[in-house]
């Protein structure tokens, strides 16, 4: 942060920009994955209403809630198209609710949705990308057209898990965009394995709740909600692994981007050995 400005401003340095997947990112994130504000924005009642009319039943938002910090000028890494379901799976009723925290201008990188996708009714094929998520739709506009508006503070956007949206770019000189991604669907629906845990996969929750008040309703909440845990289908990711290498041998510089940071991350797997 420029420590010169207000820090409700969100000024950043744009040289130390980083990206998840990045060990200078979750350095950072790991402390902001710990902060029970940030977990309680996925039970806002203002939002869980909303949410509770549209699939007109009991709602259980996801236990993994995310933070996007995303920086300026850092486009190459801009979250691409694609379809919430390849990440987050469970079941095709799951919804999204993006907010982000304060105002978010088009320049800014809002998310936009490609109007009429969701109709599509399917899982789309996806490939390899080196933005937030590492998986996008090819060809968005064969679904509709994509559409994006300023947001104030205070504005959400919801949709489905077959929704095609992505993310602008955030084209401002040094303002960090600042937003959350929770999920939710009806109590008694699947939920992948994957998704009941925290978004950084080097933290237990034990570490999470470690400064948490105790007794504290928000821990371990899930247990007290009946549903069926579903395996996590990682044939996506091995898809896109696949092509990653291909791409890598080819000399294309996204892949191998995404290779070394692979590499410099993560030791003692399959895939990290192959990526080296």
């Known amino acids: 942060m420029d420590r010169a400005t207000r820090l409700a401003d969100g000024r950043v340095d744009p040289a130390k920009a980083c990206t ?12 902001v994955q710990k902060l029970r504000s940030m977990h309680a924005s996925g039970h806002w009642p203002e939002v869980v209403d909303i949410v509770g009319d549209i699939i007109d039943g009991p709602v259980m938002p996801h236990p993994m809630k995310i933070t996007r910090l995303w920086f300026p000028q850092y486009t190459i890494h801009t979250t691409p198209f694609h379809q919430d ?13 993006w907010t982000p925290l304060g105002d978010c201008p088009l320049e800014l990188g809002p998310l936009a949705v490609v109007e009429g996708s969701h109709r599509a009714g399917e899982v789309i094929d996806h ?10 739709v090819e060809r968005p506009e064969e679904y509709g057209t994509p559409r994006c508006s300023d947001f104030e503070v205070g504005d959400t956007l919801i949709f489905g898990c077959l929704m095609v949206h992505g993310v602008l770019p955030n084209l401002t000189v040094d303002r960090l965009r600042v937003s959350l991604d929770n999920r939710y669907q009806r109590q008694g629906l699947p939920v992948s394995e994957h998704v009941l845990n925290p978004h950084v996969s080097d933290l237990s929750w034990e570490m999470v709740y470690e400064d948490w008040p105790d007794p504290d309703e928000l821990k371990y909440y899930w247990n007290r909600i009946g549903f069926d845990v579903v395996k996590h289908d990682t044939r996506f990711d091995e898809r896109a692994f696949e092509e990653v290498l291909q791409l890598a041998s080819e000399d294309d510089e996204h892949a191998i981007l995404s290779l070394k940071r692979l590499v410099a991350n993560r030791s003692g797997t399959e895939a990290v050995e192959r990526a080296r």
Do not use: I, P
């Open 20 to 31: 998840e997947g990045e060990q200078a990112y979750t350095d950072v994130y790991s402390h």
């Open 85 to 97: 379901f390849v990440q987050f799976q469970s079941n095709l009723e799951v919804v999204t609710v």
């Open 127 to 136: 490939h390899f990308s080196l933005g937030a998520g590492g998986k996008k």
